[in-house]
């Protein structure tokens, strides 16, 4: 008899321990969100400077592309119209300080157009900010946004090789899909037309991670109707709570950390030594630490 109630209750427990093993849904970002905003801006302009602060008081997180060799200066810049537009660039000893929540990212050291010179020209561009970014800063440098938006498939493949990890176009999708090469990376849409996009981005509902990738340059929010737009898409994505805002860098980091988890039939694995990442499960959303794994139902 007290066998045969011993035997029954490693069943039940077997039973138990079984069901409480979930299965595999699918990757979400930090939290269970779903939804990310992106926000790129080119050229490291003194206009910056009141860009990061409206980011700030929406606590969202912009990335910011820079020239380094323009840093502290003050360069005219000839229309084909016949004006000049001159451009005054924020001070290279305040970068930490301008950009303290927001990532800094390469634009090409002199902005010059990546498909008019050589891959050695392309190069110095590259490593040039890498050079000089990283000293000022102390912050290594994975993101670029081509200067004029201007690559092709060489060109990301050797931007690649200095060890940035993502390339930003100016070909707007107006959607909210992530490019196949990240390299190649095209935007969601520029920042004029952001509210045109905004509600839909509010209003999308859906397990698939997504993301709202919008760029454009401070400096043409000179124009105060362009201003105000931004402000007030700022504050209203900047209240969504299923949003996460976050650098180019960071997602990108974050994309690749999840193609390297392995998913078998009995556990689900997180190589990483530095990237949490949230699954959801059919027990619910969970943070999965740097080599850390969890069982799954058979
Ligand atoms: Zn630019």
């Not at 979930?22 to 939290?31: H, L, R, V």
């Not at 997180?61 to 660039?89: C, E, H, M």
């Not at 990738?213 to 700022?234: D, L």
Request: aromatic share 10%; charged share 20%; net charge negative.
């Amino acid at each position: 008899m007290t066998r045969h109630i011993i035997l029954t209750c490693v069943l039940i427990s077997l039973l138990l321990s079984c069901n409480e093993k979930p299965s595999f849904i699918d990757f979400t970002y930090p939290k269970g969100k779903t939804k990310a905003l992106v926000l790129s801006y080119d050229d490291g302009t003194i206009q910056d400077i009141e860009l990061a602060k409206l980011f700030d008081e929406n606590s969202l997180v912009g990335t910011f592309n820079l020239n380094s060799k323009y840093l502290g200066a003050t360069r005219g810049w000839p229309q084909q119209n016949g004006d000049t537009i001159y451009q005054r660039y924020v001070p290279k000893d305040s970068l930490t300080i301008i950009y303290k929540n927001h990532e800094i990212a390469a634009h090409g050291a002199l902005h010059k157009n990546f498909t008019g010179i050589s891959s050695e020209e392309v190069l110095e561009e590259t490593n040039t900010d890498l050079e000089i970014i990283e000293k000022l800063t102390n912050r290594e440098i994975i993101s670029m946004a081509y200067p004029f938006g201007s690559t092709n498939d060489s060109i990301a493949t050797l931007i690649a090789s200095t060890g940035i990890k993502n390339g930003r176009t100016v070909d707007d999708t107006h959607a909210f899909d992530f490019p196949r090469n990240y390299m190649m990376w095209h935007p969601t849409c520029h920042d004029s037309k952001v509210l045109d996009y905004l509600d839909s981005y509010l209003a999308l509902n859906d397990q698939k991670l997504s993301v709202f990738y919008v760029w454009g340059h401070s400096w043409e929010f000179g124009n105060n109707e362009r201003w105000e737009n931004m402000v007030e898409f700022c504050e209203k994505i900047g209240k969504s709570k299923d949003i996460w805002s976050v650098s180019h860098g960071k997602l990108t980091n974050y994309l690749l950390a999840i193609e390297n988890v392995q998913i078998g039939k009995r556990q689900i694995i997180n190589p990483s030594y530095n990237a949490p990442i949230w699954i959801n499960l059919s027990s619910g959303i969970e943070k999965l630490d740097p080599g850390e794994s969890i069982q799954l139902k058979r």
